[in-house]
């Protein structure tokens, strides 16, 4: 609606409140406003509280208002809400941890902040208002994206590390799925949407929430595999920082499942030794001893002996070979022992050889000395009795 046919009003229009507050209508405010200049007004609202007015002022009114406002100002005119929130800052139970949240500078960090901040203290108080707390998030989501993809997963990145931390400082466990859903598919960026998924399994697996910690750990391991064979750089890189996030922690035996398989599948295909190396050290790291010290024996079997791996490797093997935690274990395929004694047992099955060969070699060379000297005698008796026979 825009000029209304009523000969008193100008204009008229219906507005609603929302959660941030009051915009005037596009229309209006192309017909009143010069986005150029500032515009100041004077808002009024009768006793009745039934209207809201707003007059235009001048520069010099500006100043005048202003002044009188402050000599007049009540001492305290903060609602309810506004009271709560102080009080939480007041009490300063928690706080912010802003270089948690800005890991990367965007351009509307400044503005984002204060939006977050009042969020916080929102969060903060008892009774939570969840709805209000949540209405400024959405809103810093909404105000501040740009035309640029980076610019904009930095944003979705603060604002999901923010609501992160209020999961864990005010048992919100439920926002892990708002995040998932709503913040994660929208990083247009594969490596701070990889971030944003490795938070998720860090919290999800501190909050002992095994279920959204598998989920998440897929599509971090789906993001891996969506690498090009020639990104192996990237895909270790991933590997390490996914290992980092969960190998302090108490996991399931699906995530351990999945994280195994996905490890052993990569380095079936490898050609490269220190990636192969880098695979055993993440197995070692999750505490798969046995994988590992399996794949370093494979490894060091099938080295050249002029490779200059061969060292690095036999000290990784070595090093496993003593690790506690799966040396004989009850539930172990591995018999460290065992191996042992077997190469033992091979070492000496293979000296003797050694030396039945030698002595076989010697037995054949007395063997021809004694022909020939058997020959020579034969030779030097024709020879006698050919000389009695000139005789």
Excluded: C
């Amino acid at each position: 609606m825009a000029e209304n046919q009523n000969s008193d009003n100008f204009y008229e229009d219906l507005v609603k409140k929302s959660k941030t507050g009051i915009t005037f209508p596009k229309n209006l405010r192309e017909l009143l406003f010069d986005e150029e200049e500032e515009v100041f007004f004077k808002l009024i609202v009768p006793k009745e509280r039934d209207k809201i007015i707003l007059e235009f002022l001048e520069e010099d009114q500006v100043k005048e208002l202003n002044e009188k406002l402050k000599s007049q100002k009540p001492k305290s005119t903060r609602s309810v809400g506004e009271k709560r929130e102080r009080k939480a800052k007041k009490e300063g139970k928690h706080s912010p941890a802003w270089g948690e949240y800005f890991v990367y500078d965007f351009e509307t960090k400044s503005k984002v902040q204060p939006i977050l901040e009042s969020a916080f203290y929102k969060f903060a108080e008892t009774p939570i208002n969840l709805e209000d707390a949540m209405g400024r998030v959405k809103y810093a989501l909404v105000s501040f994206l740009s035309s640029t993809k980076t610019e904009n997963a930095k944003l979705y990145l603060a604002v999901e590390k923010f609501l992160i931390d209020i999961v864990e400082k005010f048992d919100q466990p439920n926002l892990l799925d708002w995040v998932f859903e709503k913040i994660v598919p929208n990083i247009e960026s594969k490596f701070l949407y990889e971030q944003a998924l490795l938070a998720l399994v860090e919290t999800s697996l501190k909050l002992r929430r095994w279920d959204k910690a598998e989920l998440y750990i897929f599509y971090v391991l789906k993001n891996i595999d969506d690498y090009s064979k020639s990104e192996m750089y990237n895909v270790m890189n991933s590997f390490k920082m996914l290992v980092k996030s969960v190998k302090w922690a108490e996991r399931t035996d699906k995530i351990d499942l999945l994280l195994r398989e996905k490890l052993m599948e990569y380095v079936d295909g490898m050609e490269d030794v220190d990636y192969k190396i880098q695979i055993i050290e993440f197995l070692e790291d999750l505490k798969y001893i046995e994988l590992a010290y399996g794949l370093a024996k494979k490894i060091q079997v099938n080295l050249p002996p002029d490779s200059i791996k061969v060292e690095d490797v036999r000290k990784i093997v070595k090093r496993l070979h003593i690790t506690p935690i799966a040396e004989n274990k009850p539930n172990s395929t591995i018999d460290f022992d065992l191996q042992d004694e077997g190469e033992e047992k091979q070492e000496k099955k293979e000296e003797k050889n050694q030396l039945d060969q030698e002595q076989e070699d010697q037995k054949q060379e007395d063997q021809e000395q004694e022909d020939q000297k058997q020959e020579d005698q034969e030779q030097e008796e024709e020879k006698q009795e050919q000389k009695e026979e000139e005789d």
